[in-house]
Nanobody, 114 residues
Framework: QVQLVESGGGLVQAGGSLRLSCAAS???????????IGWYRQAPGKERESVAYIFNGGRSNYAAAVQGRFAISTDNAKNTVYLQMNSLKPEDTAVYYC?????WGQGTQVTVSS
């Protein structure tokens, strides 16, 4: 059973950066079949939306709102997926979730102050 634990969220001023981490257990990067790995976010009163993902080990895909500012990456040795977030904006404020195949993490809060 895959379990995901996010970390790295916090409060940052607009223009700042954060790196989110999602540590996976119950699966081995580089050995197990990973069809989908990605990050989503949900702001108060809004639906959960896709931020960045990698499908079937292909290229990274990004939402238009974060293109050029966010980057998704994986570290097989650490069984971890990252989301580097630069040039943060107040509208990036949300709970960020990682997803691997069908499993979800518990989320980590990101708050960007203006």
């Amino acid at each position: 059973q895959v379990q995901l634990v996010e970390s790295g969220g916090g409060l940052v001023q607009a223009g700042g950066s954060l790196r989110l981490s999602c540590a996976a257990s119950g699966i081995i990067f580089g050995r197990s079949v990973i069809g989908f790995i990605g990050w989503y976010r949900q702001a108060p009163g809004k639906e959960r939306e896709s931020v960045a993902y990698i499908f079937n080990g292909g290229r990274s895909n990004y939402a238009a709102a974060v293109q050029g500012r966010f980057a998704i990456s994986t570290d097989n040795a650490k069984n971890t997926v990252y989301l580097q977030m630069n040039s943060l904006k107040p509208e990036d404020t949300a709970v960020y979730y990682c997803k691997l195949n069908g499993a979800w993490g518990q989320g980590t809060q990101v708050t960007v102050s203006s």
